[in-house]
């Protein structure tokens, strides 16, 4: 059984995985993703019809961003856990198909035709379903509508991906925006009708980071209205002897429940790949017991988690293979799912707190070492004249921002030796598991202000952009005019989502690597590149030189 997928950059020599994904997803996950991304599509048929009648949509708007985020590379890699998102499909489509052809009649209305989405229904079965999503392979679309237009269709499906994850992340801690919702279905009807223009591709696209951009606050405001604005935090990144858990993924809601059920139980918790920003939330570094930070990046997982000597727990997307070394001490919750991991549905964590208590845990302190944390757009703010008068006076020349996603495709040390051939007369800011390249070597300050300033998760995206704005305003002048230099990594949808943000800002001479998208065509590059001189990765003493002068 064959599969067709290039939505992230790890994919087999740059170009597409054909018999499985390098991620481990097997061809009959694929199938299923692509299935359920038609299913987006046919829901949104209707909803978005629905919206125009001013009728209700509320569960059409939860399954499709909770379906999009399903998709997303490294997050459910069990196809049994798709078949619920088959019968809610059917259940909503029915049920929205019934209220909107009778709401139309009403007005007299008539829907145009083709309208094939909206009327797909799933198969009962797993072996039928990926017989049917044959008919929705990306290599169908290639064949009909070539590799330029299919690419621009995946990149706006991609960016609807990532945004979906923040959507989703926003919407548990209670922040939402019915627009955002509005859009979601209004941009997939759109991909559902096979849109071949490349302006009107190009587009929708760039009107996705806009909307991206309002989903970033919304998660913004969620995480600092519920856990307080991050504040610069020591973090220490060494063990210490006792019970341990190991909290990865996003998920700041399931570090807290998990943080609040093993209170007073004698387990140190730690804080795993993009999880680490959570130290600097005053409402989570309150807890005693969240003891520090283990690991790194998501791509080292299999041999981090086979070293840690408690249970771990996986909140969101960034899952890999598990050993069978460990397989019986990780749990998933939320979307995230493996096939033979124990799932956690109800957010009751005692199945993984008696793993931690069962288990060895460290049985002797580590050298202590630690790194600080917690550079939001609040802490950087709250120096930003400090920071103005040292670029006034010469002190700081450049800012650099060097971040994004990680992974495991050589090629990405280019980040970690941008960052040491940095000036030492710049300051670099940086976020994402991308700043695990070099989070940890020693950059010192200037003038008390550190050389290195740690933004936080991916998904705080907002705050770097809030802080290049106000660092526009203060030197009355544009994001692009500034001494600011973008140099970033990206590996899935998320960076995707951010990436299409900064170009609906406006923001030009963006470095992306270590290897551009299989999605994005030459022609539509040149596009890119003569917009927005949108530019590959060289080397980090090339680029430096360039962008140094």
Sequence with gaps: ????????????????????????????????????????????????????????TREADLFVVEALFTTVTNVNFDPKRYLPFMERFKRITNDLMTRTEAAAVKVGRKFEQPFDLAFFKPAEDLASLIVQSESFAITKRKEQNGDDVTGLQETLTYGLKGMAAYADHAKILGQEDDSVYAFFHEALDFLAANPTDVNTLLGMILRCGGVNLRVMELLDAANTGIYGHPEPTKVRVTPAKGKAMLVSGHDLKDLDAILKQTEGKGINVYTHGEMLPCHSYPALKKYKHLAGNFGGAWQDQQKEFEAFPGSIVMTTNCIQKPKDSYKNRIFTTGLVAWPGVHHIADK??????????????????????YITVGFGRNAVMGVADKVIDAVKAGNIKHFFLIGGCDGAKPGRNYYTEF?????????ILTLACGKYRFNKLEFGDIGGIPRLLDVGQCNDAYSAIKIASALADAFECGINDLPLSLILSWYEQKAVCILLTLLHLGIKNIRLGPSLPAFVTPPVLKILVEKFN????????EDLRTIMG
């Design 419 to 427: 960052a040491e051939k940095v000036p030492k007369n710049s300051v």
């Design 1 to 56: 059984m064959g599969m067709f997928c290039y939505q992230c950059e790890q994919t087999v020599r740059g170009t597409g995985c054909t018999m499985k994904g390098v991620c481990g997803k097997e061809p009959e996950v694929s199938s299923m993703i692509d299935l359920l991304v038609a299913c987006a599509k046919g829901a949104s048929r209707w909803a978005h019809r629905a919206r125009e009648l001013g009728l209700e």
């Design 348 to 369: 009751n964590f005692a199945s993984a707190i008696e793993m931690a208590l069962s288990s060895e845990g460290f049985t002797a302190d580590a050298e202590e070492k």
């Design 534 to 541: 949108i530019m590959p990765t060289r080397t980090a003493e």
